[in-house]
């Protein structure tokens, strides 16, 4: 059950709220959110110029606790981040190195401040050639000073291998920042584990990064992205973008499509319905002169009996609060939300949710795989 702000604590303002809103904790858009709602509108989002400017306004209770819950409601929901590895032959147990992960001195979770460990990650063998590794920690709250409340986020790691193929699949689920570090610590664990048992070609995940693109193919990927897969998720509209201006790219041309960008836009937040055919995705032209921060894409759905469609976020992420556009972020998709058509009980919902994200990670795959062979094919 969510907690709620108790407003009868003392609401930060001046320059104990401008360190709060300078912290890691809160997003410059959860802070340029919080001044349109109090009637300032700013063009420019960046925290140097929209935390002073929040700062010096007097916060409602009311105002407060919605800037607070949105940053929990974003870190709470389930992110996942793909990789790989490729075992060394077909017949490689490569399960037994990982039963004994947790019986050395290797601590996931040193140095990171602020929490508790929950439920420790334990290896669960979930069939013959897929493990889990499951994990809980509480974070005290970055405004426990005014809220007195601890917050629970989960974490888990699943590696599972298709058939007899020679290829292990990593999903690395967080749910925080903390836990993002978490799972990189254990990843980067198993992957020394299984190289050092002779298992794996490799100590190195193959991951799929902001630096693995240039920036017409970044562009392009996810436009692809949008196509869906198969006959599980049907083509799927935008419904909204984040881009920033790639600065170290070439200089603008004198097209009124894109000029108006010259510096006066950093970064720019489009809503709508069906983006796929604005100017920017549909016209490969102008991918030279932005980067895509983030995609929200509507999938249509089908699995067996089962339809409806469901809300699914792609950006790329790292453990750090920051630049987006670093490049060893890494791609991250976050399901919003699921509609069905029909009415579904429980293990239905559950097997309708594991549908959709194995479905997310094959459309992700399959088209990155497609990208890369693009490069080896001369163009005609």
Not at 58 to 78: C, G, M, N, Q, T
């Amino acid at each position: 059950m969510k907690q709620t702000i108790d407003s009868n604590y003392l609401i930060p303002s001046g320059a104990e709220l401008r360190v709060l809103l300078n912290s890691a904790h809160i997003s410059y858009g959860e802070v340029h959110s919080a001044l349109k709602a109090k009637g300032v509108f700013c063009g420019n989002s960046d925290k140097p110029t929209t935390v002073p400017l929040l700062s010096a306004l007097l916060l409602k209770p009311s105002e407060y606790a919605a800037l607070i819950e949105a940053s929990v409601d974003r870190d709470s929901k389930p992110k996942v981040k793909l990789s790989s590895l490729e075992l060394v032959e077909k017949s490689s147990d490569w399960i037994a190195p990982l039963k004994e992960l947790f019986e050395t001195d290797f601590n996931p979770f040193q140095n990171i401040e602020s929490i508790e460990v929950i439920d420790a990650p334990q290896v669960v063998v979930d069939g013959k050639e897929k493990i889990r590794i499951p994990y809980a920690i509480n974070r005290k709250d970055f405004s426990q000073d005014w809220t007195k409340r601890e917050l629970k986020f989960n974490g888990e790691i699943s590696i599972e291998r298709q058939g007899d193929c020679l290829k292990l699949d990593f999903s690395s689920t967080h749910s925080s920042k903390e836990t993002e570090s978490i799972n990189k610590r254990l990843t980067s664990k198993i992957s020394k584990t299984l190289k050092g048992s002779g298992v794996t070609q490799s100590d190195i995940e193959r991951r799929i990064m902001f630096g693995s693109f240039s920036n017409e193919e970044r562009v392009r990927f996810f436009k692809r992205l949008t196509g869906g897969r198969r006959r599980e998720i049907s083509k799927g509209n935008v419904n909204d973008m984040e881009i920033s201006r790639d600065i170290s790219g070439p200089p603008l041309p004198n097209d009124p499509q894109v000029s108006w960008m010259n510096q006066t836009v950093k970064r720019i937040k489009i809503d709508g319905e069906k983006l796929n055919d604005i100017f920017l995705i549909s016209d490969e032209k102008y991918y030279s002169y932005y980067h895509v921060q983030r995609m929200d894409v509507t999938f249509p759905y089908s699995f067996s009996t089962n339809s409806g469609d469901f809300r699914v976020g792609f950006f790329f992420s790292t453990p750090s609060r920051g630049d987006t556009t670093k490049e060893d972020a890494e791609l991250t998709f976050e399901v919003h939300r699921i509609s069905h058509d029909h009415v579904v009980n429980a293990d239905s919902k559950k097997d309708i949710s594991m549908n959709i994200s194995r479905s997310v990670r094959g459309l992700i795959e399959d088209e990155f795989e497609k990208l890369i062979a693009e490069r080896s094919t001369p163009a005609e």
